[in-house]
Nanobody, 122 residues
Framework: YPVASGGGSVQAGGTMIVGCKVD????????LAWFRQAPGKAREGVAA???????KYADSVKDRFTLSRDNGGKTAYLQMNSLKSEDTAMYYC??????????????????WGRGTQVSVSQ
């Protein structure tokens, strides 16, 4: 199962990196995606990275967030720049071999990490 790391508190405009390690799979063969959920709001997809390194981003984070993968370290990294208060949420990493490697459909992912809190203050 994915294990998320990083997270914490940062001021608006700052940068934070969260990681997602998948130790018990052939890491190169899995799609990894990040989702987030703020209190009182529905879960939303953030980004997904396919086995070939191609990445898809939600419009809300495009040009601010960068998702990458280190196959040797079996970890995917989500670098979040220019953070806004509305980015405050619990961030969840998911891994699987879905039909389509996308952040738009959380139902395609069976393996989820516990989540890591990201809090952005003004």
């Amino acid at each position: 199962y994915p294990v998320a790391s990083g997270g914490g508190s940062v001021q608006a405009g700052g940068t934070m990196i969260v990681g997602c390690k998948v130790d018990d799979w052939d890491f190169r063969s899995v799609c990894l995606a990040w989702f987030r959920q703020a209190p009182g709001k529905a879960r939303e997809g953030v980004a997904a990275i396919d086995t070939d390194g191609s990445v898809k981003y939600a419009d809300s984070v495009k040009d601010r967030f960068t998702l990458s993968r280190d196959n040797g370290g079996k970890t995917a990294y989500l670098q979040m720049n220019s953070l806004k208060s509305e980015d405050t949420a619990m961030y969840y990493c998911a891994a699987d071999r879905p039909f389509s490697c996308t952040y738009r459909d959380a139902g395609q992912y069976y393996y989820w990490g516990r989540g890591t809190q990201v809090s952005v203050s003004q």
